[in-house]
């Protein structure tokens, strides 16, 4: 069975969500889906973790080591010294993308299909929270009267929960009009 757990981090302005099985899915900033291969998901894992764990405690050097450390119990024969020159690379390759380069057309990465009915879930979700809108537009398709029992803030959370839980690594809130929704900051703080 594949873990669709989802592993993230924010650093610096680079947030990361990396969800590992076949394909191992790597989204940046919430925009970018890079397919990655079981290598470079092993060096994202273990930036999260160190991240995740020591993110106040150690400089780059530090951090760096320690992702080379981890590496070498999975690849000993590697030195460390060629780990961090490895880590620099994928490193630097995911700030040129959350700066907004494209993947294929001005970094040269390989492009790989996917078949979406291998993936464990999907890499978003849009949520509608609610069919209430204050504006009336003729093209809308909320349009007309609408009698829905709209979900409670605990029920829309325990969703998100199974959400993240399943391995999905982003939700969009729409409706109708999210905004009319009183519990809407709440939910988006669950979110996080």
Not at 14 to 25: S, Y
Not at 173 to 183: A, I, K, S, V
Request: with cysteine; aromatic share 8%.
């Amino acid at each position: 069975m594949t873990d669709s757990r989802i592993r993230h981090v924010t650093v610096s302005g680079l947030r990361l969500h990396l969800r590992r099985g076949e394909p191992n899915m790597l989204w940046v900033n919430g925009q970018d889906l890079l397919l990655l291969n079981n290598t470079a998901a092993e060096f994202i894992e273990a930036f999260i973790e160190v991240m995740s764990h020591h993110r106040d405690n150690l400089d780059a050097g530090e951090f760096k080591h320690e992702i080379a450390h981890r590496m070498r119990q999975r690849y000993p024969r590697v030195p460390p010294e060629v780990l961090i020159r490895d880590f620099d690379n994928i490193y630097g390759t995911l700030l040129e993308i959350s700066k907004g380069s494209c993947p294929m057309c001005e970094m040269s990465l390989e492009t790989r299909e996917t078949d979406p009915r291998r993936w464990t879930a999907p890499p978003r979700m849009d949520l509608a929270l609610t069919y209430s809108c204050n504006d009336n537009c003729y093209f809308c398709y909320t349009g007309g009267p609408r009698k829905v029992t709209e979900l409670s803030t605990v029920d829309w959370e325990k969703a998100i929960d199974k959400l993240w839980d399943s391995g999905v690594p982003q939700i969009v809130f729409t409706g109708g009009e999210p905004t009319l929704r009183g519990d809407l900051v709440q939910l988006v703080e669950h979110s996080r």
